[in-house]
């Protein structure tokens, strides 16, 4: 039976003994509590395993709460937080809520309450508010994108991969305003994974950017697809909420069939088709650990998605040209209309002037 993965919490506060009971407490109601006792402290530990949770007090000696907060929503925006502390203003409060904060307790709490909201804040990680229709996501990322001076518009040239036709062409239209996608180059002919022939032939994304752009933005969207292709699901549950069959992600689902076998002494054909080849030899390292987890469709798109980003961090930091990757999961509820589809993203990283920034976004 598969060992459900408990919750990783961070607790912050200087009053040492507060803090290590706390996570003592916590310990004996199976969480995986660890305390440190400052915001640089907080900060180093966050950089060596970074939790699902933390817990943070305001108040403290040298960095204060907020400016952890602060840096932890730049540089971890997947952490989920919660305020706990002695001390706090309306002025506080206000900020919290505008960096996410999930609540913001008085101390003391009752520790059957704060192991309750701890729940609550670990399972809005990968719950359904956090995945966006496109129509609903591109304003979002948009009004992200002009708080950091950056206009897309008939400006900015788009490529695509690894994402359907009628998806990318949506997102597409709507990111670049103009009514069509005909300002995006389709890069859907390197396949499910960027690697290979395609990549190598791709070259720095300066190479396809028309002249008649003037200090133009290249658009990276990397979408990974999750699916409910009935052919494929092997009796696994997507933790993305699949609720209808999909014919996307049948590719990853055919890997993970293919790995199944293998493990069962099956030997399966040589792959001919080249964007299968690349993608199952990239995965392959990845495969056991991924057929072991509660949702292995998830945690395979998750792997292609991490592996795909890496390979587009290197090359955008590369270039010369000012870029924005848009990395996430797309998971198509009904494959041909996208506006009945969901965008979960993963990382949004801008480059430029040799700089990588990324959004958090939520």
């Known amino acids: 039976m598969q060992e459900e993965k408990k919750i990783k919490v961070l607790l912050v506060d200087d009053e040492e003994t507060f803090a290590k009971t706390l996570s003592e407490r916590l ?16 900060l180093e530990s966050i950089g060596a395993d970074e939790p699902d949770v933390m817990v943070l007090d305001l108040k403290m000696p040298g960095m204060d709460g907020m400016e952890v907060l602060r840096r932890v929503k730049k540089n971890y925006p997947n952490i989920r937080t919660i305020i706990l502390s002695g001390h706090g203003t309306d002025t506080d409060k206000k900020e919290a809520a505008e960096l996410g904060v999930v609540d913001f307790l008085v101390k003391p709490a009752a520790i059957n309450m704060l192991t309750e909201k701890i729940k ?43 994402c359907r036709d009628d998806n990318q062409d949506h997102i597409g239209a709507l990111l670049m305003s103009t009514g069509s996608s005909t300002g995006w180059f389709d890069l859907n002919a390197f396949g499910a994974f960027p690697a290979g022939r395609s990549l190598e032939s791709l070259g720095p994304p300066s190479h396809h950017i028309p002249e008649l752009l003037k200090d133009p933005w290249t658009v990276v969207l990397h979408a990974t697809h999750v699916g409910c292709d009935s052919k494929f699901t092997l009796g696994m549950t997507d933790r993305y909420g699949m609720k209808k069959p999909s014919a996307s992600c049948g590719l990853l689902a055919a890997i993970l069939k293919r790995h199944n076998d293998r493990r069962n002494g099956i030997i399966p054909p040589v792959l001919r088709d080249f964007e299968m080849h690349e993608t199952e030899k990239a995965l392959l390292p990845h495969l056991d650990k991924i057929q072991e987890t509660a949702y292995p469709m998830a945690a395979i798109a998750e792997k292609l998605q991490e592996l795909g980003c890496d390979i587009f961090d290197a090359l955008l930091k590369e270039s010369g040209t000012k870029s924005i ?13 996208p506006a009945n589809n969901f965008f979960v993203p993963k990382k949004v990283f801008l480059y430029e002037g040799g700089i990588r920034r990324e959004l958090a976004i939520n």
């Open 27 to 42: 310990t004996t109601r199976d969480l995986a509590s660890e305390a440190v006792f400052g915001g640089t402290q907080a």
């Open 325 to 337: 990757y848009i990395g996430g999961i797309n998971v198509d509820y009904e494959a041909e209309n």
């Open 120 to 162: 609550v804040a670990f399972a809005a990680k990968s719950s359904p508010e956090m995945m966006y229709s496109y129509n609903d996501f591109v304003p979002i990322l948009k009004k992200h994108l002009n708080n950091e001076g950056v206009t897309l518009g008939k400006n900015a040239l788009g490529i695509k991969c690894f």
